[in-house]
């Protein structure tokens, strides 16, 4: 169960910085050969491979949106007696977000997350609204 505990406390850090626009520590929990997958039509949706790419993606995201606050629901491990970093989790979670422009949006989501040694290496998003994703991207 020690196990459980660190990785949802790495869960709720990543999320966290993500808040505090902490990129340093969102990026230090991913593998250098990571995937991000980002769903929708939207200019900044698709496969981002690598942690170089992925830095480029959230620095974006960070330029977007001013104000960030995901608010964690639920997070599910596939392994609760993992002690080697190596799991699946999901994580469902709420947000609001502020864009450049000052509008603020709502949604919800899941995300994915395989471990490997403590490091992200696949991250998928499912976007509830995605019609709310592409306005607050200035896209809809």
Not at 20 to 49: C, R
Request: glycine share 8%; aromatic share 12%; proline share 1%.
């Amino acid at each position: 169960m020690i196990g459980t505990f660190i990785a949802r406390s790495k869960i709720r850090s990543g999320f966290n910085s993500l808040n505090q626009h902490d990129m340093d520590t969102f990026l230090a929990a991913w593998a250098d050969d990571a995937t991000f997958i980002y769903p929708g039509n939207l200019s900044v949706s698709g496969e981002i491979k690598g942690k170089k790419a992925i830095e480029e993606w959230f620095r974006k995201f960070m330029e977007q949106f001013t104000q960030v606050n995901f608010t964690l629901k639920h997070i599910c491990l596939q392994n609760i007696f993992d002690m080697v970093g190596t799991n699946h989790v999901a994580v469902h979670w709420d947000t609001k977000l502020t864009n450049r422009d000052g509008k603020e949006f709502q949604n919800s989501g899941v995300t994915t997350i395989n471990l490997k040694k403590g490091k992200a290496v696949l991250v998928r998003d499912y976007i509830y609204d995605i019609e709310v994703a592409k306005k607050a991207w200035g896209e809809g």
